[in-house]
């Protein structure tokens, strides 16, 4: 089954649609479509994906490949976006790349289609998933492909070192290496000095092994926060991974019906000269320069750069929200800057909000601290501080 198209690129969508992965919105319509593929096979998945249970998922939902293709629902938006961003990227013309974390080769088929004088591998430990990644070649009268069960750290024992010219891994690293705890930080600077790197350099040393002096490693990996990716950048830099902050992106994407945003991280062997959080700073506000004048405010990752651009600063007074029996802590603060009064709302999981005020503009930031507060007010009590000594650690 050729994957039809009249484009000179095969088009992503029409892909899709010859497999048949239909787009759910919600959690309800995914679990409706996949009980329709195989309500037996769904009925076991179930309790794997809510955790109710414990047990193999990627053995359960590549049992078949129709139910395997099925379960992509979930994930539909995040691979189109993430395979729209490397056919965009028109200097790749990669030889031979590795898949890692292959699961049922939809990724890796794709590229074969897409790069079609390449020779691509796809390694996955599952093996349900290779069985599936191999059935969906055939079905697709794809040749340049070849998937082997193996696990992660059988790699060097199975291919030559320098061998591939491109890497990629997609949600895959939090599995090998381990998941990475919330981090709970008030400064990105602070956390990374702290707990600067992802775990042991020796798993990416590998991928720097397998990869051609001039070759690219691509991840997409399950990151949460900016703090994630700058531990990632540091474990890379350890592997002699250098990331290469221009190329990367951050793609928009949904998850049954929820907008989410993930960054992709490409890495090489070439020295930058960036620091980490001059690298994150790039990354973060890409097409989204910061502009220091009264009436501005951002959010996110954008707000705390913002807040540390804007140099010295006076605190002039704050308000913390602890929420009870939660690791959840909040500061709304207001400080001053020789040109500026910045009203900055943080919190130690990650929220940043700060809008930049003229210096007079006293009675605008409270109102402002105030409204901030108020959307939180219900998750706990506030207790006001007007000296820095005062504030709840
Ligand atoms: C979250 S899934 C991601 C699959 C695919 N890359 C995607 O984007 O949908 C993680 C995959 O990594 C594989 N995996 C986990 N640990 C592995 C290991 N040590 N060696 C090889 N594959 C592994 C799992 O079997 C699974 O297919």
Not at 42 to 56: F, M, T, V
Not at 93 to 99: T, W
Request: charged share 25%; hydrophobic share 35%; aromatic share 12%.
């Amino acid at each position: 089954m050729p994957i039809e198209t009249k484009q000179r690129k095969p088009s992503i969508s029409a892909y899709y649609k010859t497999l048949g992965i239909k787009e759910c919105k919600s959690k309800r319509g995914f679990w409706k479509h996949v009980t329709e593929v195989d309500s037996v096979l769904a009925e076991d998945l179930e309790p794997l994906i809510s955790r109710k249970k414990q047990g193999n998922l990627y053995e359960v939902k590549n049992e078949t490949l129709p139910f395997s293709l099925a379960v992509e629902s979930w994930t539909k938006s995040f691979h189109h976006s993430f395979l729209t961003w490397i056919n965009r990227q028109k200097h790749f013309k990669p030889k031979r790349i590795l898949e890692i974390g292959c699961d049922n080769g939809l990724l890796a088929c794709w590229y074969a289609t897409s790069f079609p004088d390449a020779e691509i591998v796809g390694i996955d430990q599952s093996e349900n998933g290779i069985r599936c990644a191999q059935e969906l070649a055939n079905q697709l009268d794809i040749t340049n492909v070849s998937f082997y069960q193996i696990d992660f750290l059988e790699l060097k024992e199975r291919f030559l070192i320098n061998s591939f010219d491109l890497i990629i891994s997609v949600r895959t690293f939090h599995e090998i290496m381990g998941p990475l705890f919330i981090p709970k930080y008030w400064s990105l600077l602070d956390c990374l000095k702290e707990n600067p790197t992802y775990g042991d350099c020796l798993y990416l040393q590998t991928v720097d092994d397998l990869l051609t002096d001039d070759g690219t490693y691509l991840s997409c990996e399950r990151f949460e926060n900016p703090a994630d990716v700058g531990k990632w950048a540091n474990s890379l830099k350890q592997a002699n991974l250098h990331v290469q902050w221009d190329d990367c992106d951050i793609i928009d994407y949904h998850e049954l019906g929820t907008k989410k945003r993930t960054p992709i991280i490409v890495a090489t062997k070439r020295e930058t000269g960036i620091t980490t959080i001059e690298g994150l700073e790039q990354l973060y506000t890409k097409d989204y320069p910061l502009v220091y004048e009264a009436g501005k405010s951002y959010s996110g990752a954008k707000a705390e750069f913002a807040y540390h651009r804007l140099g010295e600063k006076t605190f002039k007074s704050g308000h913390s929200l602890c929420v009870p029996n939660q690791w959840y802590v909040f500061r709304f603060e207001i400080w001053e800057t020789s040109d500026f009064l910045l009203v900055y709302s943080y919190g130690n999981m990650g929220h940043r909000h700060l809008d930049i005020l003229p210096s007079v503009a006293n009675l605008d930031a409270q109102l402002l601290i105030e409204e901030a507060m108020g959307q939180y007010q219900h998750l706990g009590p506030t207790v006001q501080y007007d000296r820095l000594e005062d504030r709840p650690k």
